[in-house]
């Protein structure tokens, strides 16, 4: 499956003795998937992280899918994004950096109620992702 998320402006919460936390909130996009899936991202959604002493950026994402046939589907993807200094400064100053120039990784788990996507709720899945300027486009993978 791969999902394209708007995200407004990151919001800065501050130090806390874990890291600097900050949160991103998701405004909306779009995914497809396999057997002709595909919907829209339910305004609302939150990427909660924190910016470790080293530079990684550990991710906790919450969100809903919801597909052109009306069903939700609940994602939860935690996972860690790190860099150099350098190409940190980059992803911040909203440039366009090439996915190979870091490293982007989560764990998703999917969840819903509908009939006919049961089977998501019995499957673990990877992602790569890559941040783009307003935007971060996420490839899941399921893991056989």
Request: glycine residues 12%; charged residues 30%.
């Amino acid at each position: 499956m791969d999902i394209d998320v708007a995200v407004q402006p990151m919001v800065d919460l501050g130090d806390s003795p874990l890291g600097r936390r900050r949160l991103v909130v998701f405004d909306g996009g779009t995914f497809e998937g396999r057997d002709g899936l595909h919907g829209t991202i339910e305004p609302g959604g939150v990427d909660w992280q924190i910016v470790r002493a080293d530079g990684v950026i550990e991710i906790d994402a919450h969100y809903v899918l919801a597909t052109d046939d009306g069903e939700s589907i609940e994602v939860r993807s935690t996972g860690i994004r790190k860099a150099s200094a350098a190409v940190a400064e980059r992803l911040v100053r909203g440039e366009e950096v090439e996915p190979s120039e870091y490293y982007f990784r989560t764990h998703v788990r999917l969840s819903t109620s509908a009939r006919r996507l049961a089977w998501m709720n019995g499957l673990i899945a990877v992602s790569t992702g890559e941040r783009r300027h307003g935007s971060v486009r996420i490839s899941v993978h399921e893991v056989l």
